[in-house]
């Protein structure tokens, strides 16, 4: 069979009449592409092309060749592109392990368009609160502060800083003291978060660079904030919080804020993955649909 990139030779010396200019566009030498045509010629027993010192022609039945043979290339090309364009939209699995609060606020937002514009493309989002090895549990990535990431990981911002608040219904304040420092809240009833891998975690405040951990005490203990919210919605006591969790509550009035002085802003989530490795195009949709935007 006559070899395809010979016929596409043809087609560019025909159309530029130079063997020069057409050399140059297929990135052989003038005297390549020159034997690659007369080769050509031999095995189909025809001339294809008139040659002089100072043009280049098709010979009739080189015009009769490119005739039938440019529509089929074109065809041939159009085939190409569509199966590149088909390669290029981002399919398979993505699997991401979050925290609840993240995966609420941040992920199914900003991901459910993508979803929507790819539908050869997954998600999953596995809630955990633990520090997880993405490579070792095989996920493609995971979220986290930013503060709390291994360096071995390229991290990329996908929320702006965080503060957290600490807030209680207007009705468990109706019989209690408004704490003004962080020391009052040892007279008061808190809704507690214990993670796995670290435990019962302490209240963290900081103001005038003074920074105070409070180990509080309640009888809610729970490991999503959400099923923290439920309890302070339901008025059993304090809640260390997300801010972000609690705004549109705040300022409803159905929650009330304290100590907001003391809880200064901190760096935000971070989508992280393994630097080391290549990702793929699904992933590289992720992180940019994730991607925080000042």
Known sequence: MTNLNDLLAFVVVAREKSFTRAAKQLGLSTSALSHRLSALETRLEVRLLNRTTRSVAPTEAGEALLKGLVPHLEE?????????????????????????????????????????KYPKLQVEISIDYQFVDIVAQRFDAGVRLGESLDRDMIAVPIGSDMRMAVVATPQYFAHRPVPTSPQDLADHSCINLRLPDKGLLPWEFEKDNHIVRVH????????????MLLATLAGVGLAYLPEDLVVEQVAAGILQRVLADWCPSFAGYHLYYAGRRQYSRALAVIIKALRYQP
């Open 76 to 116: 041939i090309e159009a085939e190409l592109g569509a199966l590149r364009e088909r390669q290029d939209q981002p399919s398979g699995l993505i699997r991401i392990t979050a925290a609840g609060h993240v995966a609420e606020h941040i992920l199914w937002p900003k991901l459910q368009p993508v979803l929507q």
């Open 216 to 227: 509080t005490q309640g009888q809610w203990i729970f490991n999503l904030s959400a099923h």
